[in-house]
């Protein structure tokens, strides 16, 4: 029987759509139980209801604090028994207590070579540091903001024409393969 995964989101939900993907194929270890968005108008919701993925929307300024947010997102979670809870695009920091209730279950993909360019514009500040190779990292999430130990990489080389926009276009045409192969590699 295929183990439950819960995808976090915030935005446009490429990963989301590309872990989909993989999960539809029959020997895929997982299946999305579960999409969670922590923005009312994430593309990515449009993308799990079209593939009848059941989905809520949980943004934290319904609650009167961050620690009643994830005590919701906590409780919608934990119904779905999940073996990974895979951050796809999720823009939000999560508390020691959310991380330590899923201990080890929490990835995240980033769009750097981590340690390098942990947080925001890494495509942007990776050019203007002329560095020669961009990538992409999946890596467990811990408390420390893109910090966890890595579990894959991909490098990718920044040509000179290369703009923020068209590196990360390329970067994330491998992310869409690096992530559902880590997941399936964690859960086989
Ligand atoms: C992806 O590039 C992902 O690596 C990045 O946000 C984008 C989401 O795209 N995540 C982070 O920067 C997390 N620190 P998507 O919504 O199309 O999957």
């Not at 915030?10 to 579960?34: D, Q, V, W």
């Not at 968005?37 to 809520?56: C, P, Q, T, V, W």
């Not at 300024?61 to 028994?81: A, C, M, R, T, W």
């Not at 990776?126 to 130990?149: M, N, P």
Request: proline share 4%; net charge positive; with cysteine.
């Amino acid at each position: 029987m295929k183990k439950n995964i819960v995808v976090l989101i915030s935005g446009r939900g490429s990963n989301l759509e590309s872990i989909i993907s993989a999960a539809n194929k029959k020997n895929f270890p997982a299946k999305i139980s579960l999409v969670i968005s922590s923005n009312r108008s994430a593309l990515g919701l449009k993308i799990a209801e079209k593939n009848h993925i059941k989905n809520f929307v949980v943004e934290q300024k319904e609650f009167s604090n961050k620690k009643l947010y994830e005590e919701d997102l906590i409780g919608k979670i934990v119904q779905q028994d999940p073996s990974l809870i895979c951050l796809a695009g999720y823009m939000k920091i999560l508390s020691k207590k959310f991380i330590n209730k899923f201990k080890d279950k929490i990835i995240n993909i980033h769009p750097s070579l981590l340690p390098d360019y942990k947080g925001l514009n890494t495509h942007e500040r990776a050019i203007q540091a002329g560095e020669k190779y961009s990538g992409c990292t999946v890596h467990y999430v811990t408390e420390e903001l893109d910090g966890g130990k890595i579990i894959a990489q991909e490098r990718i080389l920044i040509s000179p024409s290369d703009t923020p926009e068209t590196l990360s276009r390329k970067v994330l045409e491998r992310e869409h393969i690096i992530y559902p192969k880590t997941i399936e590699l964690l859960l086989s």
